[in-house]
């Protein structure tokens, strides 16, 4: 490519990665892009306008906005970009790695890139638009601050040909409620013209507290639907960075100290081997249900989640669909 037109490959490169910057931040400036970009204004004004002469972006009066052609762009471009840049590669890897059948890796670490998260986020639409079965689903969701960049980025179009219900995985845990699983399910049902359940039942509720609400018709209800869910989309969590949030007590702790804890999901603390080592007590979705599942995604990034992600994936069904970024790849593959 470079010999037949020099510097090919480098400008390919920057208009894709302008195309995604504008998808992830639209309607936005060009002094905007150039800043985010690193670029010159100039540089990013010769590109947008070629970009509009073959009707890959739009130029109104709030800002630049990617249009159907460019979306569809990315889509096809998004094979060669990884093999042009070395994701390809990583992925291949990475699928051997922790014996999956499929993986999609973004650029950048979300534990450094705040807008990373957007990019998995944007990945899982195009997954989910891509995999989602036709007809009628129902779609279990974790919460989480990467669940909630997932919904911020949904478009409506996952919808077509569809019927999606949305419902929290799990009880609800001691956290902002902007990240709460009833939150992010209501947003992902907002912009896909879908419906929600709310599970309004503190996942770490008393045995005898959570026994006697499970029988109110509203929960009943709902866990039932969890129940029947055909799609998963979840995180996998550093086990104390989850133990923190579930706001557990200092002797479990310490049990998960002691048991050398390094990951959570769904409830489930394991260790390195893919042990569990402790489970939050059954109310909503469990690993064991993934096997049931029409399409499973699972969205995790930044490298201090490498430890978790790698032990996670000697648990649960292959068909997994692991959405990464480099940073948790670069720290599983060295």
Not at 38 to 47: I, K, N, S
Not at 241 to 255: C, G, I, L, N
Request: hydrophobic letters at 45%; one cysteine or more; a positive charge.
């Amino acid at each position: 490519m470079n010999a037949v037109v020099p510097k090919m490959t480098q400008k390919l490169l920057r208009r894709y990665s302008l195309l995604l910057t504008i998808r992830q931040t639209q309607p936005v400036g060009r002094r905007s892009l150039a800043e985010k970009m690193a670029l010159t204004e100039r540089t990013v004004r010769t590109d947008l306008d070629s970009l509009v002469d073959t009707g890959l972006v739009s130029m109104q009066t709030n800002g630049v906005w990617l249009t159907d052609d460019g979306q569809k762009a990315i889509l096809n471009l998004q094979p060669l970009v990884a093999d042009l840049t070395g994701l390809r590669k990583k992925e291949t890897l990475l699928k051997k790695r922790l014996g999956l059948q499929n993986c999609l890796i973004v650029s950048g670490d979300s534990d450094k890139q705040a807008d990373v998260k957007q990019a998995m986020g944007k990945a899982t639409n195009d997954l989910l638009r891509q995999k989602l079965p036709a007809g009628e689903s129902v779609i279990a969701v974790m919460g989480g601050t990467t669940m909630a960049a997932v919904a911020g980025t949904l478009s409506a179009a996952i919808a077509d040909d569809r019927q999606l219900t949305f419902v929290p995985a799990r009880g609800g845990m001691g956290e902002s409620p902007k990240i709460q699983a009833n939150t992010v399910c209501a947003r992902m049902a907002e912009v896909t013209n879908g419906h929600f359940q709310a599970l309004y039942l503190p996942e770490l509720s008393s045995e005898s507290a959570s026994t006697s609400l499970r029988h109110e018709p509203a929960i009943a209800q709902t866990l039932d639907l969890i129940d029947h869910a055909n799609v998963a989309i979840h995180c996998v969590g550093d086990a104390m960075s989850m133990a923190k949030r579930r706001q557990m007590s200092d002797k479990v702790t310490a049990t998960l100290v002691k048991r050398h804890a390094v990951g959570e999901a769904f409830g489930d603390f394991f260790d390195q081997n893919g042990q569990i080592v402790y489970r939050v007590p059954k109310l909503g979705l469990s690993i064991s249900d993934l096997d049931r599942m029409d399409l499973v995604v699972a969205v995790a990034g930044g490298h201090s989640k490498a430890a978790a992600v790698e032990a996670y994936f000697k648990i649960p069904p292959a068909k997994t669909f692991l959405i990464t970024d480099e940073g948790l790849a670069d720290m599983i593959l060295k």
